[in-house]
């Protein structure tokens, strides 16, 4: 028999058990979590799985803490006013053919990497240039 939770808004649900090693987070979705811009981006995945960032600069996006095997998700990545940002991938990222995607270079560009989590170190990515 199975539990369902529903929370329209998004939002984290706590599982509690008298050993620890047995709690569990789980964050809903329905919410686009912000990252940091800043030389290294480090997305936090206990507390969003979809994401955005808008680059002020050439950026590396370093591999996510906390990656659960089967956990899915996407990043919008959007260039700045300036545009023409680069950003290069943690170890962690595994894009088709082992090759980072070049970003789309317009000012305000908006491109997206859906992934899905493999295992704690291997997270296949798909990228979409041009999403605007």
Known sequence: MGV??????????????ANTANDYTLTLPGAVGT???GATITPDLTANSTFSVTL?????????????AGQTG??????????????????????????????????NAVDRVDYVVRSATSIHAVFTANYS
């Open 35 to 37: 990252l940091t811009d």
């Open 74 to 107: 996407s990043i919008f990545i959007v260039q700045d006013g300036t545009g023409s940002r680069t950003l290069s991938w943690g170890s962690y990222w595994d894009f088709i053919n082992g090759t980072a995607p070049t970003l789309s270079t317009g000012a």
């Open 56 to 68: 002020g600069g050439n950026r590396t996006m370093a591999n996510p803490t906390s990656p659960i």
């Open 4 to 17: 369902v939770i529903q929370n329209p808004s998004g939002g984290s649900v706590s599982f509690d058990s």
